[in-house]
């Protein structure tokens, strides 16, 4: 059964985008990004998805029960840029039915 969910994006010009994710694709956040072009391309995702590169590091910003960090993205997160209490690597968050509502902020580009 298809299950699409409403989240919000703010890009890192500051605007915020309502956008539809499917939860039938496994899809990640930074794919959803993507999908949308809500980041200039070549600027989020570069390793692919692998939590290797932090590009496409976001911020939080709704009180959602997210998935424990696993080291990978802990370590990563450990070496990147502009990192704050509620940042995440948007390919480790994956768009499922509970994620409906998410809000999150870009972080800037490295």
């Known amino acids: 059964m298809s299950i ?4 919000k994006i703010t890009d890192r010009n500051g605007v915020t985008h ?33 939590a290797m590169c932090a590009s496409c590091q976001c911020y939080v910003n709704s009180d959602h029960n997210l998935p424990e960090m696993t ?16 940042s ?10 509970e994620m409906e509502g998410l809000e999150v902020t870009l972080a800037p580009e490295m």
Not at 24 to 50: K, Q
Not at 71 to 86: G, I
Not at 88 to 97: N, T
């Open 4 to 7: 699409d969910i409403n989240i």
């Open 71 to 86: 080291d990978d993205e802990d370590a990563m997160l450990a070496e990147a840029f502009n990192v704050k209490d509620n």
């Open 88 to 97: 995440r690597l948007g390919c480790q968050i994956q768009m499922k039915p």
């Open 18 to 50: 309502q956008v539809v994710a499917p939860t039938d694709m496994a899809m990640n956040l930074m794919e959803v990004v993507r999908s949308y072009e809500l980041a200039e391309e070549g600027t989020i995702g570069i390793c692919g998805g692998m």
